[in-house]
């Protein structure tokens, strides 16, 4: 990359040099119409001088001619009585007043004039003049020209002094720690320099809030895994300590229960860890549903500054469009929770369901979908029912999951999509369902609908029990 410094030096000596050639050429013009100018008096004095007297008095005195001048003299009767200079390719006649004559030899400025009884014709080179117009042009401009190096070197030390606020902020920038994000101060900035502070502070805000978000995901990782693991390391004890077959098969079993938690818990955390850091969307397969996959692991966290894909309804026109089919989704996430739901008791099912496509990469609709049911199937006990329906709506679409469970108090709705956060009312001693969930799974479907411009809302239905809406926009794309 070229030198900030070193174009502005070339650029600005070229404008220089530029002005002192048109300086040039406009002085040497000027000098030029002043020589012509005046040698055009010079020529009128010079045949004003010549007396009006007989030839024979007047060869004596002005043989001689002085600037290149070429006098010639005929009588009344046009008979040749003096020519200075024999050999200078002029017309043998005379034209009154003044007039340019092209010769083999260049041009001529000639005045003619009638004294007395002769008539007189004076000529000179007109490269005399432009001789001249040269010399006096060069004299004004040659000390420009000699001053062009200083004037380099002046505007290398100003460029190199202009840039010195730049020159600060790098050495403030390399003497940083890698942790301190703290606002570079705006005082004292010179304006263009303004705009570069700004946006540097910009980054470093967002880098503090991803920092901070950072410190505290490995804070709450790290007080969410010691339970589990605790757990597991007691489960192991009571496996080594069993004394019979029986016991050694029920300690077994719950040792196998905590490490299926501790997987989903740590595979839950390490989605939501690679959403926070990969910049763009789908970058894998869905391997599973309830948020076991990474599918949504380059979603970028919601409100940090990414720009939301909008969900575009597209209808039965978007079939060959490639376009997720999102009742496919639905469907296949339902059958995949079926036996789950068939183990509880559940009766998990789809209502009114029409086929609306939408934008997006369908692993993540899948990762919410799956969440969503997950939840509702886990929460709802043994002899409920979790209803499941989607349409187009307003050029968008919706999608409606409604179970029997406990529902969620009016002070959790705006909490239970924070990680980690697990409402009292689904995990109290009371509850018979009681799972042993992350905190993790809404925080994922919150992530992907902020990602997709959706919104979610969390609704009581009667007698008990919640119904999740997720809206999806639309817009005025066609397809």
Not at 110 to 117: E, F, H, R, T
Not at 263 to 272: A, I, S
Request: with cysteine.
């Amino acid at each position: 990359m070229r030198s900030i410094r070193r174009v502005l030096l070339f650029w600005l000596l070229g404008i220089v040099m530029l002005g002192i050639v048109l300086a040039g050429v406009l002085i040497y013009r000027q000098a030029q119409a002043e020589a012509n100018a005046l040698f055009d008096y010079q020529l009128q004095q010079t045949a004003a001088a010549l007396p009006s007297e007989p030839f024979s008095s007047v060869l004596g005195n002005n043989a001689a001619s002085s600037d290149g001048v070429v006098i010639q003299i005929w009588s009344r009767d046009g008979a040749q009585l003096y020519y200075s200079h024999p050999r200078s390719p002029l017309a043998p006649r005379a034209e009154l007043g003044f007039s340019t004559e092209h010769t083999p030899s260049g041009d001529w400025r000639v005045y003619s004039a009638i004294v007395g009884d002769n008539v007189v014709q004076l000529a000179q080179p007109m490269a005399v003049r432009s001789l001249l117009a040269a010399e006096t042009a060069w004299r004004t401009v040659w000390p420009l020209v000699v001053l062009l190096p200083v004037m380099g070197i002046a505007v290398w030390l100003s460029v190199g002094r202009g840039l010195r606020p730049l020159s600060r902020l790098a050495r403030a920038l390399e003497a940083r720690k890698p942790e301190a994000v703290d606002p570079l101060p705006e005082r004292n900035v010179s304006p263009e320099i303004r705009p570069v502070v700004q946006a540097l502070n910009g980054l470093l805000q967002r880098l503090s809030v991803a920092f901070d978000t950072q410190k505290a995901f490995v804070a709450d990782a790290a007080h969410e895994l010691r339970t589990p693991l605790a757990a597991l390391r007691i489960q192991t004890q009571l496996l080594e300590r069993a004394s019979d077959d029986v016991a050694r098969r029920e300690a077994l079993t719950d040792l196998k229960h905590g490490v299926e938690r501790a997987t989903r818990l740590v595979e839950q955390l390490l989605l939501l860890a690679r959403s926070d850091m990969a910049p763009s969307v789908g970058d894998a397969g869905a391997r599973n549903v309830g948020a076991r996959t990474d599918s949504a692991a380059a979603l970028p966290p919601g409100g940090s500054g990414g720009s939301p894909v909008t969900g575009v309804i597209v209808g039965e026109a978007g079939k060959g469009s490639g376009n997720p089919d999102l009742r496919v989704m639905v469907e296949s996430c339902v059958a995949l929770l079926a036996p789950l739901a068939i183990d509880k008791g559940v009766d998990l099912g789809m209502g009114s369901a029409e086929s609306v496509r939408i934008d997006g990469d369908a692993d993540d609709w899948q990762v919410l979908i799956g969440n969503l049911l997950d939840n509702a199937v886990k929460y709802t006990p043994g002899g409920g029912r979790v209803d499941v329906s989607l349409g187009p709506c307003d050029g968008g679409a919706w999608l409606e999951i409604a179970d029997t469970g406990p529902g969620i108090s009016d002070a959790d709705k705006t909490r239970v999509f924070d990680r980690f956060y697990r409402s009292p009312d689904a995990t109290h001693a009371d509850n018979p369902v009681n799972p042993r969930g992350s905190g993790l799974g809404l925080a994922i479907v919150k992530r992907i609908a902020d990602r997709y411009a959706a919104e979610i809302t969390l609704a009581d239905r009667a007698p008990h029990g919640l119904t999740v809406r997720v809206q999806i926009a639309g817009s005025q794309r066609s397809v």
